[in-house]
């Protein structure tokens, strides 16, 4: 069992940056990629950034030159740095991790809770 605690959501004026954190814990698991997904009201759920075990990173377009993702493999956490944030990127952000028990070979969606996230004036 994975779980996934989320941190850094807030509230926050345009222009303005937040720091998103995940920490996977549980069982023994090997984790592939990490990512941060949102979800904006009425909206559908859409990647924003993820980052693959050997560090290599994918953004949304809207997100490019904005965000950053990043990993810390020895603490088994991703982080999200969001600047410059417009009204758009008001949503709810949630973690995902791509991680298999180490007795099993398939792979498995994680996660966590979600965190709020509000660009507003």
């Known amino acids: 069992q994975v779980q996934l605690v989320e941190s850094g959501g807030g509230l926050v004026q345009p222009g303005g940056s937040l720091r998103l954190a995940c920490v996977a814990s549980?069982?023994?698991?090997?984790?592939?990629?990490m990512g941060w997904y949102r979800q904006a009201p009425g909206k559908q759920r859409e990647l924003v950034a993820l980052?693959?075990?050997?560090?290599?990173?994918n953004y949304a377009d809207s997100v490019k030159g904005r965000f950053t993702i990043s990993r810390d493999g020895a603490k088994n956490t991703v982080y999200l740095q969001m600047n410059s944030l417009k009204l758009e990127d008001t949503a709810v952000y949630y973690c995902?991790?791509?991680?298999?028990?180490?007795?099993?070979?398939?792979?498995?969606?994680?996660w966590g809770q979600g965190t709020q996230v509000t660009v507003s004036s």
């Open positions: 995902n991790v791509k991680a298999r028990k180490v007795i099993e070979m398939i792979l498995n969606d994680y």
């Open positions: 980052i693959t075990r050997g560090g290599n990173p």
């Open positions: 549980g069982t023994i698991f090997v984790i592939t990629d």
